[in-house]
């Protein structure tokens, strides 16, 4: 009973043609819908995955400034210690007796009278 088929005679009538014509266009205008939205699907798609990419980007560029920035003031730091030692250095070296404290150190230089040993640094192997 399933596989009977239906004979039914299709008539050319100008009714038919004219559903036919309207069937074609239906068909036509889904096609089309089809097509506008895979188009506009791939647009969304698209832009949201140069966007993403855009993201991705700046975040990274993000990371790399608070990097540079980290160090750049690990820099600032140390370079400010340096200061206050060489203003304190600078201060010193105003005072006279420093600096020919300095002078009989590194350079030898004596006082009248004086002599000067110079002892080696390393030890005695003995």
């Known amino acids: ?34 097509r506008r939205l895979v188009l506009f699907g791939l647009v969304i798609a698209i832009a949201f995955g140069s966007m993403t990419a855009y993201h991705v980007n700046q975040r990274a560029a993000k990371a790399d400034k608070l990097e540079e920035y980290q160090q750049l003031e690990e820099e600032l730091a140390q370079l400010k210690k340096q200061e206050t030692n060489l203003e304190e250095e600078i ?5 006279e007796d420093y600096v020919l404290d300095i002078a009989r150190t590194n350079y030898f230089f004596s006082k009248e009278g004086e002599k000067i040993f110079k002892l080696p640094d390393e030890d005695p192997s003995y």
């Open 1 to 34: 009973m399933a596989n009977r088929k239906k004979n039914v005679t299709r008539l050319d009538s100008n009714y038919m043609q004219q559903h036919d014509v309207y069937i074609e266009r239906q068909k036509r205008k889904k096609q089309r819908l089809v």
């Open 91 to 95: 201060h010193l070296l105003q005072d």
